[in-house]
């Protein structure tokens, strides 16, 4: 019966998907032969739409099974014991969440987080009734003015499929058509652009709070998506793509695999609009054409997630050749092209020696090794041409041979005319004094203009009446360690840090000196400030911890912490530092300086800093690509040139 069977399914693959014949009926082979005892569940849904005689319906369950052998979702009790956690948190409604603080809580009390996950595959449990359901929920929205321009194939990709990851699959159309569908029924919504920024409208009301880490590497099911108060940038994606196609709304998931000037990749949506053209947003925070554009020097590629397998892609053309395991994917396409603001540039790149290699691959720098981002065919064995790759971003191209990336020739810059410029090191020495590891933190730059006005004080009563002022903050402060001289030299029981009127606090460690001593003085810790809504853990006492990345926060201005001293004190001096992302040499760490030659990173020796922010390095070579590693603390570390005497970040 199985053969019988298999062979009609055969036949209606064949007919109905003739320009992709072969593909097609592999596809479906492939699936009923993995769903051993659920095949039957299979099987009745093509029967269903074989007997219904709609065919196209039929080619849709067909073009689902096709592409479902190798879809998965994991179940257990870990799972279960998340799931329970995770959705009894998002029923808190408050204004902001201590998301490290709850993740703590479910790891410290989790029962089951030893142990493994179980792997269960579409093709073995998902029954005839769901996908049919899926099915029919889908076509009942296709055909509305903001997807009528969708042609088969497709409405097959940006509407039909069941899932977006590897989440719980579940009948979730339902319950988010009638959430957001009613926002779309005024007659002047015509487009794909115009219902994806309504129901954007609605997302962006949503509390949204972006984890740097999850608990557990799962994508979210979507009835618990439904209820997110805070997710990783991949979670709220999702959660847009329910909500849009779930009313008929063209929406695709698009991602970013890793920052060409940046640590980690992002995650973000796309809606292809009436015109046929595609355009970004941010699922619950950014509207179409709002999102990427701020990052346009910051994407060396962009991929997009499909359900379907592309042809286009490495792992569809790569043969026997092994390849990283990124490009494996066969659901992913390569859109990088879309967006012209990104200057995207079709380079060569030569190969240093013969290769009989089909592929090559462009590399961008993370501290865990470099990463590959695109690849491209090699020609003459030595050359490679890469297509449509992001400018103002330091790449190294490699091979894979072995289950391992080889780097080749010199790392370079590709600029925004499409020149390459490489990194090679010279005979020529220098000797340099870093200050940092990682470029300041972008997310951090508003904080120095507003912190002129602050002010250090002392007092000879714990309400500040009548107090002195030591010092006042008059210029925007840098993101070092400061040391100012006092402008009092009255003896005070009392010593506080004063915000000023346009910052919440926002001072990370304050130090008070007494004359002679290089001890930082010590006492009760005390203050007057509303606790912070977003940091509310981030009291007095982080200014006085010895730790420069932790940071006083209020939710008031003019707030201020300090200390009581055990006995009356002249202040000699005061040095603080702002609230920062520690990325600045600190005293007492060690640090290694390296450079890239020939493939591999090469030292220069390791140093205890003796000092803050400062770190002398003699004998550099000079025109060589660098990397300052810190191997007491942190994990923020960025190439860099050095040029005209100052450090360019890459």
Same mark, same amino acid.
């Given at each position: 019966?199985?053969?019988?069977?298999?062979?009609?399914?055969?036949?209606?693959?064949?007919?109905?998907?003739?320009?992709?014949?072969?593909?097609?009926?592999?596809?479906? /082979?492939?699936? =009923?032969?993995?769903?051993?005892?659920?095949?039957?569940?299979?099987?009745?849904?093509?029967?269903?739409?074989?007997?219904?005689?709609?065919?196209?319906?039929?080619?849709?369950? =067909?073009?689902?099974?096709?592409?479902?052998?190798?879809?998965?979702?994991?179940?257990?009790?870990?799972?279960?014991?998340?799931?329970?956690?995770?959705?009894?948190?998002?029923?808190?409604?408050?204004? /902001?969440?201590?998301?490290?603080?709850?993740?703590? &809580?479910?790891?410290? %009390?989790?029962?089951?987080?030893?142990?493994?996950?179980?792997?269960?595959?579409?093709?073995?449990?998902?029954?005839?009734?769901?996908?049919?359901?899926?099915?029919?929920?889908?076509?009942?929205?296709?055909?509305?003015?903001?997807?009528?321009?969708?042609?088969?194939?497709?409405?097959?990709?940006?509407?039909?499929?069941?899932?977006?990851?590897?989440?719980?699959?579940?009948?979730?159309?339902?319950?988010?058509?009638?959430?957001?569908?009613?926002?779309?029924?005024?007659?002047?919504?015509?487009?794909?652009?115009?219902?994806?920024?309504?129901?954007?409208?609605?997302? *962006? %009301?949503?509390?949204?709070?972006?984890?740097?880490? &999850?608990?557990?590497?799962?994508?979210?099911?979507? @009835?618990?998506?439904?209820?997110?108060?805070?997710?990783?940038?991949?979670?709220?994606?999702?959660? &847009?793509?329910?909500?849009?196609?779930?009313?008929?709304?063209?929406?695709?998931?698009?991602?970013?695999?890793?920052?060409?000037?940046?640590?980690? @990749?992002?995650?973000?949506?796309?809606?292809?609009?009436?015109?046929?053209?595609?355009?970004?947003?941010?699922?619950?925070?950014?509207?179409?054409?709002?999102?990427?554009?701020?990052?346009?020097?910051?994407?060396?590629?962009?991929?997009?997630?499909?359900?379907?397998?592309?042809?286009? @892609?490495?792992?569809?053309?790569?043969?026997?050749?092994?390849?990283?395991?990124?490009?494996?994917?066969?659901?992913?396409?390569?859109?990088?092209?879309?967006?012209?603001?990104?200057?995207?540039?079709?380079?060569?790149?030569?190969?240093?020696?013969?290769?009989?290699?089909?592929?090559?691959?462009?590399?961008v720098f993370d501290r865990t090794g470099w990463i590959p981002v695109a690849w491209g065919k090699v020609f003459g064995k030595r050359q490679v041409s890469f297509n449509a790759i992001g400018p103002n971003i330091v790449y190294h191209s490699a091979l894979y041979t072995d289950g391992a990336l080889q780097l080749t020739g010199a790392p370079f810059l590709l600029d925004t005319l499409g020149r390459i410029t490489k990194y090679m090191p010279q005979k020529e020495k220098m000797d340099y004094v870093l200050e940092r590891k990682n470029p300041p933190a972008d997310n951090l730059m508003y904080l120095p203009p507003t912190m002129p006005g602050s002010k250090f004080q002392g007092a000879d009563n714990p309400d500040f009446q009548n107090a002195v002022t030591f010092h006042t903050i008059e210029k925007e402060p840098d993101f070092k360690y400061t040391t100012?001289?006092?402008?009092?030299?009255?003896?005070?029981?009392?010593?506080?840090?004063?915000?000023?009127?346009?910052?919440?606090?926002?001072?990370?460690?304050?130090?008070?000196? &007494?004359?002679?001593?290089?001890?930082?003085?010590?006492? %009760?810790?005390?203050?007057?400030?509303?606790?912070?809504?977003?940091?509310?853990?981030?009291?007095?006492?982080?200014?006085?911890?010895?730790?420069?990345?932790?940071?006083?926060?209020?939710?008031?201005?003019?707030?201020?912490?300090?200390?009581?001293?055990?006995?009356?004190?002249?202040? @000699?001096?005061?040095?603080?530092?702002?609230?920062?992302?520690?990325?600045? *040499?600190?005293?007492?760490?060690?640090?290694?300086?390296?450079?890239?030659?020939?493939?591999?990173?090469?030292?220069?020796?390791?140093?205890?800093?003796?000092?803050?922010?400062?770190?002398?390095?003699?004998?550099?070579?000079?025109?060589?690509?660098?990397?300052?590693?810190?191997?007491?603390?942190?994990?923020?570390?960025?190439?860099?040139?050095?040029?005209?005497?100052?450090?360019?970040?890459?």
């Amino acid at each position: 019966m199985y053969r019988i069977l298999l062979y009609i399914i055969s036949v209606t693959v064949l007919f109905l998907c003739s320009c992709k014949m072969q593909t097609a009926e592999t596809g479906v /082979e492939e699936a =009923l032969s993995k769903a051993g005892g659920n095949r039957k569940e299979l099987f009745q849904v093509i029967r269903h739409y074989q007997d219904s005689g709609d065919s196209l319906k039929l080619k849709a369950a =067909l073009f689902l099974i096709e592409n479902m052998a190798d879809k998965y979702y994991l179940t257990g009790n870990l799972i279960n014991e998340f799931y329970t956690f995770i959705d009894s948190v998002y029923q808190i409604k408050q204004p /902001e969440y201590d998301i490290p603080a709850i993740y703590d &809580a479910f790891g410290n %009390k989790a029962i089951y987080r030893d142990e493994k996950p179980q792997v269960n595959w579409d093709v073995q449990t998902l029954s005839a009734d769901f996908l049919i359901q899926n099915i029919e929920e889908a076509f009942a929205v296709w055909g509305r003015p903001w997807n009528k321009h969708l042609t088969f194939d497709e409405f097959c990709e940006w509407i039909l499929p069941y899932r977006v990851a590897t989440e719980i699959p579940e009948s979730w159309r339902k319950l988010y058509r009638e959430r957001f569908e009613p926002l779309l029924q005024s007659d002047t919504i015509q487009t794909a652009k115009q219902a994806c920024t309504i129901i954007n409208n609605e997302l *962006i %009301k949503l509390p949204i709070h972006i984890a740097l880490d &999850a608990v557990l590497p799962i994508s979210l099911r979507p @009835s618990t998506l439904a209820d997110i108060k805070f997710g990783l940038c991949n979670d709220y994606a999702n959660l &847009a793509l329910f909500a849009m196609r779930a009313s008929g709304v063209p929406v695709a998931v698009e991602n970013v695999p890793h920052w060409g000037r940046g640590n980690n @990749s992002h995650v973000f949506n796309a809606v292809y609009d009436n015109d046929g053209t595609w355009h970004d947003f941010s699922g619950a925070e950014q509207n179409p054409d709002e999102h990427l554009v701020r990052f346009r020097y910051e994407i060396p590629k962009v991929y997009r997630k499909t359900y379907g397998k592309q042809d286009g @892609s490495l792992a569809m053309q790569c043969g026997n050749e092994d390849i990283p395991d990124f490009f494996k994917n066969p659901y992913i396409q390569d859109v990088t092209q879309n967006y012209s603001f990104v200057e995207a540039k079709d380079i060569i790149v030569p190969l240093p020696d013969k290769t009989d290699r089909k592929f090559a691959y462009l590399c961008v720098f993370d501290r865990t090794g470099w990463i590959p981002v695109a690849w491209g065919k090699v020609f003459g064995k030595r050359q490679v041409s890469f297509n449509a790759i992001g400018p103002n971003i330091v790449y190294h191209s490699a091979l894979y041979t072995d289950g391992a990336l080889q780097l080749t020739g010199a790392p370079f810059l590709l600029d925004t005319l499409g020149r390459i410029t490489k990194y090679m090191p010279q005979k020529e020495k220098m000797d340099y004094v870093l200050e940092r590891k990682n470029p300041p933190a972008d997310n951090l730059m508003y904080l120095p203009p507003t912190m002129p006005g602050s002010k250090f004080q002392g007092a000879d009563n714990p309400d500040f009446q009548n107090a002195v002022t030591f010092h006042t903050i008059e210029k925007e402060p840098d993101f070092k360690y400061t040391t100012v001289a006092s402008a009092s030299q009255a003896m005070v029981k009392y010593v506080r840090y004063l915000s000023s009127d346009k910052t919440w606090g926002n001072m990370s460690e304050v130090e008070f000196y &007494a004359e002679g001593s290089d001890l930082p003085l010590k006492g %009760k810790v005390i203050g007057k400030y509303l606790p912070s809504m977003y940091y509310p853990r981030n009291g007095a006492a982080n200014m006085f911890d010895g730790d420069p990345l932790t940071f006083f926060h209020s939710n008031d201005t003019l707030s201020w912490g300090g200390l009581e001293l055990e006995q009356p004190t002249a202040i @000699s001096r005061i040095r603080y530092i702002i609230r920062n992302d520690d990325n600045g *040499i600190r005293k007492g760490h060690e640090y290694e300086l390296l450079y890239m030659d020939n493939g591999s990173w090469k030292s220069l020796g390791k140093q205890i800093a003796v000092e803050d922010d400062s770190l002398l390095y003699k004998d550099i070579p000079k025109g060589a690509l660098y990397w300052l590693r810190d191997y007491t603390r942190g994990h923020e570390e960025r190439i860099f040139e050095i040029k005209d005497n100052r450090v360019i970040w890459h």
